[in-house]
């Protein structure tokens, strides 16, 4: 059904009556108004595929379109119809983007975007006009915790902070006492810091030294010199995927580190594009993430063999976030009869549970974050001769909040280059 401005004026009024912005689908009066009543949900996907991240935007996409296909695009009776919108991985074009989506497009779901930056950048509008969105992979903190929306679910990425904890802790249960860091110096970085620092100095490590790139580095021989002269016996690497990651591997043994400096790495920095380029470069690496392509699970198998033949490689964990959230999606509209507004459509994703999802065991939190469990992986070659991540070790229900109390930690500022939680 075609959402007039008119009617998202309306749904505005009983934002301001009730507190909670909803899809107006009908007259401001009508509290039934419904998504889906015409036979259709058009659903906005918002990713970058041209810029630095496209090729992270196109296996989130193409997840996302893989879900539809071995599963078809009629749920409960219901026609989902998607609108693709390259957002380019630049703030300013998102939010172009995402109200073209709405204003234009008339769309009544939105997907997307990928980058924190310009998850930050659209999530204020798109509640605003009343619009409920599914985050397949966006980690920005605040989107679920003090800027958290209640249109707004992160259906397939944890937030950059909870993927991380569980590494902290396991460096220090595997002895070591002294770390330094490198992430990439933007909000995704600093919060994949965060992660680690926090859960390592709780635990009683100690961090020797911090260090911060620009997404884009052609050049990381200077970080990785400090990295092996900073006293440190184990380094924490983020990156946020693509050409970078492969770089830092290179450069990490060029340099004669591997082997000598102990290295655990984010979710990213081995995700399928960099192994695809440092191929057994990357061989034994350790990371943590709450996705592993090599993991023993039938739900994982099936979506890797999948994905392998229409696309012929291994998804990244971009893909895994596009099929999560489709798949969450479908399940919510179907527990709603295909017909859903806005509120209704959140709630009912987030009352959703997984016993073994692509990430395994999985559920929400009241604040629309995923609990589930976080693997730390080793990077090894499989049976095709192929690089993959293997899990060693498994954190079950990890929390964005981790061990920690929620309303103090909500007190706290947002994690950034200066506030790692040291």
């Not at 009629?74 to 074009?93: H, I, L, R, S």
């Not at 008339?106 to 619009?131: C, F, M």
């Not at 890797?304 to 971009?318: A, E, R």
């Amino acid at each position: 059904m075609a959402l007039s401005k008119a009617r998202r004026t309306g749904g505005l009024a009983v934002l301001a009556a009730v507190g909670l912005a909803l899809v107006a689908c009908a007259p401001p009066s009508d509290s039934d108004s419904k998504v889906g009543e015409s036979g259709t949900v058009k659903v906005g996907f918002l990713s970058p595929v041209t810029g630095t991240a496209a090729a992270a935007g196109t296996e989130m996409r193409e997840g996302w379109e893989l879900y539809w296909e071995q599963h078809g695009t009629t749920v409960a009776g219901t026609k989902v119809e998607t609108v693709f919108e390259d957002d380019a991985g630049n703030p300013d074009t998102a939010l172009t983007k995402a109200k073209r989506l709405i204003e234009d497009e008339q769309v009544q779901v939105i997907v997307g975007p990928l980058l924190a930056n310009t998850a930050l950048a659209v999530s204020d509008y798109v509640t605003r006009e009343g619009v409920p969105s599914l985050q397949p992979v966006t980690a920005a903190d605040d989107l679920t915790q003090r800027k958290q929306h209640p249109l707004m679910l992160r259906a397939g990425s944890y937030t950059g902070s909870q993927m991380n904890f569980p590494g902290g802790k396991w460096a220090y249960e595997e002895g070591y006492r002294k770390a330094v860091t490198l992430c990439p110096d933007y909000a995704f970085g600093w919060e994949s810091c965060a992660g680690f620092v926090r859960a390592f100095t709780q635990a009683g490590g100690q961090i020797v030294k911090q260090l911060w790139f620009p997404l884009g580095t052609q050049d990381f021989s200077p970080y990785v010199t400090e990295l092996g002269s900073a006293g440190a016996d184990i380094a924490f690497v983020a990156t946020a995927g693509g050409a970078d990651g492969a770089r830092f591997i290179k450069a990490f043994n060029t340099f004669g580190l591997k082997g000598k400096l102990p290295l655990l790495t984010n979710c990213c920095l081995v995700d399928q594009p960099t192994l695809r380029d440092a191929g057994p470069e990357a061989e034994g690496v350790y990371s943590v993430s709450y996705w592993a392509e090599g993991r023993d699970s039938p739900a994982v198998k099936k979506f890797v063999d999948g994905y392998k033949q229409k696309y012929g490689k291994i998804p990244s964990l971009n893909a895994a976030g596009g099929y999560i959230t489709a798949e969450v999606f479908a399940k919510a509209l179907e527990k709603l009869g295909g017909k859903a507004e806005a509120e209704a459509l959140i709630a009912a994703a987030r009352e959703l549970t997984f016993a073994d999802s692509l990430y395994g065991p999985l559920k929400y939190d009241e604040m629309n974050n995923p609990v589930g469990p976080v693997y730390i992986r080793r990077v090894e070659k499989n049976s095709d001769g192929e690089y993959w991540n293997v899990v060693v070790k498994t954190y079950d229900n990890v929390s964005q909040f981790w061990t920690f109390d929620k309303d103090e930690y909500l007190k706290q500022p947002p994690y950034d280059r200066n506030n790692t939680g040291l």
